[in-house]
């Protein structure tokens, strides 16, 4: 099977990586792909926005899968014009990207089909946003109503703040502002193959979004990641496909725009219950860098399935192990990188302990520079979450640019939970075997 993957980012380079190594591909492509993938992909030099041209080179090249990465093609139909072609696509409709494309649209839903989220109020004008803050009180959340690449959302910590970024958000753009309850808890992300109808839930993983240790700073991207999250027993899966996932594809597919492809449901373990966060359209960064490693069975055929609505009676298999990834990002990220710097040190090695995706980095004149706000994500394997953070960090220390910034805390809170987790799992295995 020929696959093409549309994005150059590190998610992308984590698919082009996988699929590279699945049995059902032969051959992977990758528009326009980024500097770190020549060794698992074929590079296209092809905008994803001029439409026609990738038409005629899909068609031409006999392509039997798309899968589309980042949420900006999607949310702006490319999956539909793909398929109008023929060629089965992973990756939601227009319609149904809306899902990530307007948080308003994504409430709505969720509070018409009962989806367990947080109180919120869509609002036009400052007047009205001032009096929901000061009647909810703060901390209350304040986000942008498009796409932001998870850079348009507050915390408001006090009146002040919260009036003034109101102001700002209307002031700057015809977008309207979402106010919502703050949550309080710890944060997991469950990604699922979504065909239509079924649903294959992956293993949790959690995104660390803030740019510096102890959760503080700005919110970004995501910052480093690990899998699996041991929080996630199964019962807790069961209740949040059984709650969240499993509702919004039936609401998604009654309204007439079934979901096909990853579905991410970013979800706040409160003291209430789970509840849901945000839906996102397709596969996290970094949580992909994070949850493809551990994966053992074969992508190309899963991801083949989904897109063709044949994912009923298929399961996934996982290895028993660990893996972080630690984000490296230039200086003035998320507001202004700094780009344009040599990068050093091993950024090509893959192995069972350590791998590197390449998020923005370039080739020139001989040299990796950097190219973007995050630069590479670092990945460690092994059979315990401190191993394999060890195995990232000590990869992380052979590698750098200047103005190189990183957190130095990914995976630690969790620890000592998953040695305590673990240890009742092997506990409660030598009790059954
Ligand atoms: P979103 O783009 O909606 O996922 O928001 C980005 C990040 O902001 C989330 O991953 C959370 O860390 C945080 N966040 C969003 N909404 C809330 C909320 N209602 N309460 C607490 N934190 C939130
Ligand atoms: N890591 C957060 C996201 O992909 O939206």
Redesign the pocket.
Known sequence: MKVCIIGNGGREHALAWKLHHSPSVTDVYVVPGNAGMASVATMVEIDWKHRETLMTWLVEYQIDLVVIGPELPLVEGLSDAIRAVGIPVFGPSKQASRLEGS?SFAKELMYRYEIPT?K?EVCKDVETGNSIIHQWGV?I?L?RDGL?G?K??T?CETFTEAEQVLEEILSSSEESVVI??????Q?LSLLSFVDGTHVLPMIGAR?H??LLDHDEGP?TGGMGAYAPVLELNDSLEQEIVDTMVKPIVKAMAEEGYPYIGCLYT?L?LTEEGPKV??F?ARFGDPETQVILPLLQSDLGDIMYATATGQLEGMTLEWSKQYAACVILASKGYPQQPLTGRSVIGDIHTMDTVSMVFHSGTAYERGHYVTQGGRVLGVVGVGDTLEQSLGHAYERVAMIDFEGQQYRKDIGKSSVGFCIHAQYRKNSIDKEYN
């Open positions: 948080k947080a919120y901390p959340v986000k932001w998870g348009g959302v915390i919502e309850e703050y949550m309080q808890g944060e995104d979004k803030r919110n970013g706040m966060v945000e996102n």
